[in-house]
Structure formats: structure tokens, C-alpha cells
């Protein structure tokens, strides 16, 4: 049984940083890719980032490229977010996800999800 814990979240202003985490109770964390997703009120799901494996290669979404950044511990079976220069607009609940593929081929690859972290950015 998978489970994927958020932590991290909360309010702050607007240029602001954060940084989620993700602990996963899995055997062999090593072997999948990790991503970041968030929904808004009123909005779909959404990507946010990936990591492959190794953490060798990351994706992102346009909205978030060179303001946050993926990474992973696989000692710890952890993987971060960190979120800089953060708008209004980022404002969700994200979400920590898990796939068995060997790198990130779209969202419908992920399919463990963790329960949510409520980020706030306030004007």
C-alpha cells in the first residue's frame, strides 16, 4: 500500500518562498518517477512538475519554469518542491503523485496521489 504525505504548505505574501515535501511509504522509492501537480477552486488538476528516478531529468509546467524547482532524496524516499517568487495565482491545494514509469510521460501515468497541501499566496 502506497501512501504519499504532503507537507509544507501555508500563507504567504506574494514574492515569497515555500518549500513542500513529499514522504512516500513505499518499497523502493528509487524505482519511480515523482510529480507535483495542484488545483485551484473552479479548476482541473494541473501539473506542476516531475522527477525521473535517478532525478537526473525534471519537467515543468511553462507557469512555474525557473520559479520552482523538483528534487528528491531517495534515502529519505522523499521528494521537495521548492517554490520561489511566488504569485497569487499559484494559490491551490498540491498534490504529491507517484508513477511507475521509468521518466515523466503525462499525467496519466501517476497513479498514487497524496492527500493535499493547501498553499496560499496572498497580494
Known amino acids: 500500500q502506497v501512501q504519499l504525505v504532503e507537507s509544507g504548505g501555508g500563507l504567504v505574501q506574494a514574492g515569497g518562498s515555500l518549500r513542500l515535501s513529499c514522504a512516500a511509504s513505499v518499497r523502493t522509492f528509487s524505482r519511480y518517477t515523482m510529480g507535483w501537480f495542484r488545483q485551484a477552486p473552479g479548476k482541473e488538476r494541473e501539473f506542476v512538475a516531475a522527477i525521473s528516478r535517478s532525478g537526473s531529468n525534471t519537467y515543468y509546467a511553462d507557469s512555474v519554469k525557473g520559479r520552482f524547482t523538483i528534487s528528491r532524496d531517495n534515502a529519505k524516499s522523499t521528494v521537495y518542491l521548492q517554490m520561489n517568487s511566488l504569485k497569487p495565482e499559484d494559490t491551490a491545494v498540491y498534490y504529491c503523485?507517484?508513477?511507475?514509469?521509468?521518466?515523466?510521460?503525462?499525467?496519466?501515468?501517476?497513479?498514487?496521489w497524496g492527500q493535499g497541501t493547501q498553499v496560499t499566496v496572498s497580494s
Open positions: 503523485a507517484l508513477s511507475g514509469s521509468d521518466y515523466y510521460t503525462g499525467p496519466a501515468a501517476f497513479d498514487s
